[in-house]
């Protein structure tokens, strides 16, 4: 536990990818392989399932520290982390016990799953007693199940792949996957080569860049695949050994989210893996990206939602073909092979191509770029014939070109403060457009501004409140922000009538006064243009 | 009428001092809250018995200041009784020709039948508590304080009284100082890594106390050390009247900048986020203060490394301070004086809140200080 705090509280101190990297190394390179595998699964956002209730971890540290309530609110205030502020209410500790390894302390942790309430409160006092302040605020991490850390996946696999002499695409893949740190070992995880159990495992995706500059820099039109930008879920198809996978990008395993992909089984030669969108669609083109998100979070997909929201595989690479991974092979090779399978499968109705678009001179795309919108699409994908298909994200092969986002211009209307580091700085915004006379809420946004903006809007809006409702304070109509987002559709639970996607502030509007600011007049004209 | 009592302390291994109270001077229940000896007006604590005030923040004829920081004393007065070791400070900063009379801890004078004494605070060099009786009436107005021997102030002396008039700048139970060893351990440390990898590190803090208790526990250095303009004054100010600091040379912009490399550079937080600090790349940063017991608070500054390091009593050794006091009635000045002032009424203590200017100019305001620069 001791090692693995120091590593956290260092981490903790860098902003420098290098110095992270390092530091990454040097704890794997001398940790227990137990600890390993827990510290491993942390870093890719496998976090441990909460044990305890955080009402129940607050009332314990209250008693032990002898304060009350409120007073605890107030600490809790200041500070603007729970784990932190019990870490640092709680007495030194008082008893000397051996050091106990992560993995000792998660298997500890398990066992609380089914104790009693009696047992859970004598396990975690004995380590509050036990651990110093820092541990007992990682210690109070891993209880709570909130545990989150500045350290990318890129980074983990950086470092674990330079301490084992190999490819970062490879230990990737090994970290995909559904691994439990309970039942797998370091060993097995990252030196394992054999295949047995790793059917499941996805490949790691090519992410684009946003074009920069123009299309003319890219060279000749004759060497580029043009494809539209679909508004999906981006998703990997496996078919190995009988069995069919969908993993989504945040690498989540969404198999039983859509049934209606299943009858790939049958359609599908041994050895697939397939790269492509997944999206909602309607009889001839794609519906809205809120369509596919009324299914995702449901638990029972019923008939009628699975009618509504029918979902579609769009098809766009092929990284893997009888049971061999082609991924070196050029685009245009895999592009040939895909469409034959995609064509052979025959079943339309789910399992579609993304189709080229035909081009011959770039300005025929920029033409065609403006209208994107009515194909339902975000823009187009750029994709070198050439091309590899990489791992992560990076530059040169595939481009993203996106059409330009929506945009109006809003008035803040409510202001609430941020949380971690910016527990004490009003960082959340509610943001309006007028209606006649009246101020209609429409999006909240967060990010942004640089540091300095928002404490310059801080600043106003602490000078500037007019009501406080709990921690949300009604702010003078003032301030004007240019807020994009990706999509805008009709809605019956929000005020304004209007639900946008991804609302982001662009720039905030300093020329501009409160009643220049856009109307609801203006944002229905975007809902019915858009849609 | 001058009465000399020898103050008596020890301190103990972490380096908090040992409470023994100075003996035998109050008879309790004596508190007069018809006509008490200590008020609070509009510019400043007052003592309308004796005519003189204590810290005022508006000029007054007479004043006892506790000690030199600029929210404690301002500019202005006719009068000005302080400490012997805040007068270098305190010219520097209010003038060179201000009147001034200085007094020894423990020095007892009587102004109108009411008897004075300044006892050690433990919070920056001078700084003192006042103890103020009349009638056998005891009141002590602490100012800043902690209870940390720090190795250069002379450390807090806790005094008996029947009104005690409090800060609460750390009044919550988050902030709870590690040993003063330990974190000089880690400046050290902080700073051999430095040194290895060919970095300036530049350690930041308040410059009237923060900094002379640095360079007076950094010593032996271990390499070259520097200060910026605003450490160097203060620091020849004090060896200029015989304090016992080491000679640290001053930044310009003749210094040549190879031996910045590994160097050690002393400078008040101000200088984040300027051009000044460029000059040292490749450098850390390090920032010494009570707020950094707080992972948002250090994350916010975009510094390398928060040390916890205080010139104020953390949440403890307000507790112990207060209850050493055995005074019935306390105030409570600048900080979380609400929060604390229910805290103590919840205990048993009787205590009030007290609005003051005080905490406006030092570590208690650092944090805006920073944020707006
Ligand atoms: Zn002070
Ligand atoms: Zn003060």
Redesign the pocket.
């Known amino acids: 536990m001791k090692r693995f705090t120091e590593l956290f509280l260092q981490l903790d101190r860098t902003n420098k990818t290098n110095e992270k990297v390092e530091l990454l190394k040097s704890y794997f390179l001398s940790a227990p392989d137990e600890d390993k595998i827990w510290a491993l699964a942390l870093f890719t956002g496998r976090r441990p399932p909460r044990k305890i209730k955080s009402s129940q971890v607050q009332e314990w540290a209250l008693e032990l520290a002898g304060i009350p309530y409120w007073l605890f609110r107030e600490s809790y205030g200041s500070v603007g982390d729970l784990a932190e502020t019990v870490s640092l209410i709680l007495p030194q500790p008082t008893e000397v016990s051996e050091e106990k390894t992560l993995a000792e302390w998660f298997s500890g942790l398990a066992d609380l799953k089914t104790a009693s309430d009696e047992e859970k409160k004598d396990f975690i006092l004995k380590a509050w007693r036990q651990l110093s302040a820092f541990e007992i605020f990682v210690f109070n991490k891993l209880l709570m199940g909130s545990f989150r850390i500045g350290v990318s996946q890129t980074l983990v696999t950086r470092a674990i792949s330079e301490i084992t002499d190999s490819t970062p695409a490879i230990i990737s893949h090994r970290l995909m996957g559904s691994w439990d740190p309970a039942s797998t070992s370091y060993k097995e995880l990252i030196h394992s080569e054999n295949a047995g159990d790793e059917y499941s495992k996805p490949y790691p995706f090519y992410l684009s860049y946003a074009i920069q500059g123009t299309v003319d820099d890219l060279g000749s039109p004759e060497d580029w695949f043009a494809e539209w930008k679909w508004d999906g879920i981006r998703s990997q198809i496996i078919y190995r050994d009988g069995e069919i996978y969908i993993w989504s990008r945040g690498e989540e395993l969404i198999t039983d989210k859509f049934p209606e992909l299943h009858i790939l089984k049958d359609h599908l030669p041994e050895g697939t893996v397939l790269d492509g969108e997944l999206i909602c669609f309607g009889e001839t083109k794609p519906l809205s990206f809120n369509v596919l998100q009324t299914r995702i979070g449901r638990k029972n997909l019923t008939k009628k939602i699975l009618e509504e929201a029918p979902a579609v595989f769009i098809a766009y690479d092929l990284m893997e073909f009888g049971g061999k991974d082609i991924r070196n092979e050029e685009q245009k090779a895999r592009r040939k092979v895909l469409e034959t399978i995609v064509n052979d499968a025959g079943i339309q109705a789910v399992f579609k191509l993304s189709p080229l678009i035909d081009f011959r001179e770039w300005q025929e795309l920029k033409d065609l770029h403006l209208r994107a919108r009515e194909f339902a699409a975000e823009g187009f994908m750029l994709k070198h014939k050439e091309a590899p298909y990489l791992s992560g994200r990076k530059k040169g092969d595939w481009w993203k070109w996106k059409t330009d986002p929506l945009s109006i211009d809003a008035v803040l209307v409510y202001a609430q403060k941020g949380s971690g580091r910016r527990a004490e700085l009003y960082t959340d915004y509610t943001f309006a457009v007028w209606d006649e006379d009246k101020l209609v809420p429409f999006a909240k946004a967060y990010s942004g501004l640089t540091d300095k903006e928002i404490g310059k809007v801080d600043y106003f809006i602490k000078r500037n409140t007019l009501e406080k409702f709990g921690p949300v304070r009604t702010v003078k109509a003032e301030l004007v922000f240019e807020i994009g987002f990706e999509g805008i559709n009709a809605s019956t639970r929000h005020k304004s009538g209007i639900a946008v996607r991804f609302p982001r502030i662009l720039r905030w509007r300093t020329d501009k006064t409160v009643n220049e600011a856009d109307t609801l007049q203006n944002l229905k004209a975007l809902l019915s243009q858009f849609n | 009428m001058f009465i000399r009592l020898k103050p008596q302390k020890f301190v103990t291994k972490s380096g908090h001092s040992k409470l023994i109270p100075v003996p035998g001077v109050v008879n309790s229940n004596v508190l007069n809250m018809n006509k008490p000896l200590l008020k609070f007006t509009p510019s400043s604590i007052y003592c309308p018995a004796a005519d003189i005030h204590i810290d005022p923040w508006k000029p007054v004829d007479r004043a006892i200041i506790t000690h030199a920081?600029s929210?404690?004393a301002k500019f202005g007065c006719k009068h000005y009784l302080a400490h012997k070791d805040s007068e270098s400070i305190l010219r520097l900063r209010l003038g060179e020709d201000i009147s001034l009379q200085t007094v020894e801890y423990g020095e007892e004078f009587s102004i109108n039948g009411v008897k004075f004494s300044l006892h050690p605070a433990g919070h920056i060099i001078g700084s003192a508590q006042i103890r103020v009786e009349h009638k056998d009436e005891v009141w002590v107005a602490s100012?800043?304080y902690k209870l940390q021997d720090d190795g250069f102030a002379a450390p807090f002396e806790p005094v008996k009284c029947n009104a005690f008039i409090t800060?609460s700048t750390f009044g919550l139970p988050i902030y709870k100082w590690p040993a003063q060893a330990d974190i000089m351990n880690d400046i050290s440390e902080w700073w051999r890594q430095n040194r290895m990898t060919g970095k300036a590190s530049i350690l930041m803090g308040y410059s009237l106390g923060k900094m002379q208790r640095l360079i007076k526990n950094l010593q032996p250095f271990d390499g070259a050390v520097f200060a910026h303009g605003a450490t160097f004054n203060l620091n020849e100010r004090l060896r200029a009247v015989g304090h016992d600091l080491p000679f640290i040379p001053l930044i310009t912009k003749d210094t040549d900048r190879k031996l910045f490399r590994g160097a050690l550079i002393l400078a008040p937080g101000s200088v984040l986020n300027t051009s000044w600090i460029k000059k040292f790349e490749p450098y850390s940063t390090g920032y010494c203060s009570g707020w950094m017991a707080v992972r948002g608070a250090k994350n916010r500054k975009a510094i390398d490394r928060g040390f916890v390091l205080s010139d104020h009593a953390d949440w403890n050794d307000l507790e112990s301070a207060i209850a050493e006091t055995g005074a019935q009635k306390v105030y409570v000045t600048?900080g979380y004086t609400d929060t604390y002032a229910r805290w103590l009424n919840e205990k048993g203590i009787e205590a009030a809140e007290v609005k003051t200017m005080?905490?406006q100019e030092?570590e208690?305001a650092e944090e805006e200080i920073i944020a707006e620069s």
């Open positions: 920081h929210d404690h100012g800043d800060e600048h005080y905490g030092e208690a």
